[in-house]
């Protein structure tokens, strides 16, 4: 009889140790749960910015395009991939006739600032936009590689040679060959030609015989196949094919400048062909849709890290600062 008590005491104990146990292991469970569901949580918070869908459309200037463009793709990539950054480069004129219409584009990206009447359209039409500089370019005179002539020029022989009044080579030169110079730009469609011919021409009409183009790979490639060309476009297309192209250093009154991110600047030795670029963006868009606006902060907040890697000049902090302080005021 004492046997049957000492073992039913001894298999009421040994059951109590595996409830305990099991208690204990479904604590634990629940504990790691609550633990893992408080990281995540933590992890989402500390995440940044809310998870945003749809699209943001972006055209204009050709010039901004490689800087535009891979901003684009670091957002997606990095920051919101369930939004769609589209991004085309018809040129900065013929942008902002896609930007200046009613549901036009979120941006226009521009290498010149917004015309009077390209202002006036937007007042007409009840838009209200903000201008954003991203970055600084310089103007950059190109040549065939094999051009061993003209690899140093002054601001007036340029002006010279796009206006018409040197023919050949040699005009400038007796000793440089007496071959006719074939000249090279984008079309009026682009900022940058405007630039061109109303900050460096002073608008006085190119030369007849120019050969205008849209897409700036075309004016590269045209410039590499002929020895006797010179052109001009922003120094990111130059800095990108380097094994194609030669730039012009330029004599503006003290003695020739090499193209460059550090003389490229407001106040640098190639300040006289230096020029900012800008983005435009619709405020109303930007009021109505999260991600145009998240677009937006991205953007500025991130310009100076991507300017120099797609051949820009960055702009100073403090007008980086200023533009996102203007930005958020819109939330």
């Not at 192209?245 to 991110?261: I, M």
């Not at 991600?291 to 980086?320: C, H, R, S, W």
Request: hydrophobic content about 35%; aromatic content about 10%.
């Amino acid at each position: 009889m004492k046997f049957k008590k000492y073992l039913m005491f001894f298999l009421i104990a040994a059951l109590a140790v595996v409830i305990a146990a099991c208690g204990s292991d479904s604590e634990g469970d629940s504990s790691e749960k609550e633990n893992d569901s408080s990281e995540n949580a933590n992890a989402e918070g500390e995440g940044g910015s809310e998870e945003l869908e749809g699209s943001v459309v972006i055209d204009g200037s050709g010039t901004v395009y490689p800087l535009m463009s891979r901003l684009a793709e670091e957002y997606m990539v990095n920051e919101q991939p369930n939004v769609s950054v589209e991004v085309s480069r018809a040129g900065t004129s013929a942008g902002f006739e896609k930007f200046l219409v009613e549901d036009g584009t979120d941006f226009n990206d521009a290498s010149r600032v917004i015309k009077e009447e390209e202002q006036a359209k937007a007042d007409e039409l009840g838009l209200e936009i903000k201008e954003l500089k991203v970055a600084l370019d310089g103007l950059t005179i190109v040549t065939h590689p094999d051009n061993d002539w003209a690899t140093e020029l002054t601001e007036d022989q340029i002006t010279g040679i796009f206006l018409g009044e040197y023919t050949n080579w040699s005009d400038i030169n007796s000793d440089w060959p007496n071959e006719k110079i074939q000249t090279y730009g984008p079309n009026e469609n682009h900022g940058t030609y405007e630039f061109f011919y109303e900050n460096i021409l002073e608008e006085k009409d190119l030369v007849s015989d120019i050969n205008l183009q849209q897409d700036y790979s075309t004016l590269v490639t045209l410039v590499s196949e002929d020895k006797n060309a010179i052109g001009f476009f922003g120094f990111g297309y130059y800095d990108s094919n380097k094994d194609k192209l030669q730039a012009v250093n330029v004599d503006f009154g003290n003695g020739p400048v090499e193209p460059s991110l550090d003389t490229i600047a407001e106040d640098g030795d190639y300040a006289g062909f230096t020029r900012p670029v800008f983005t435009y963006l619709n405020v109303g868009h930007a009021k109505e849709k999260p991600q145009v606006l998240d677009y937006a902060l991205f953007v500025m907040n991130n310009i100076n890290k991507f300017a120099g890697e797609t051949g820009f000049a960055p702009i100073p902090d403090e007008e980086v600062e200023s533009l996102i302080s203007d930005l958020e005021a819109l939330k």
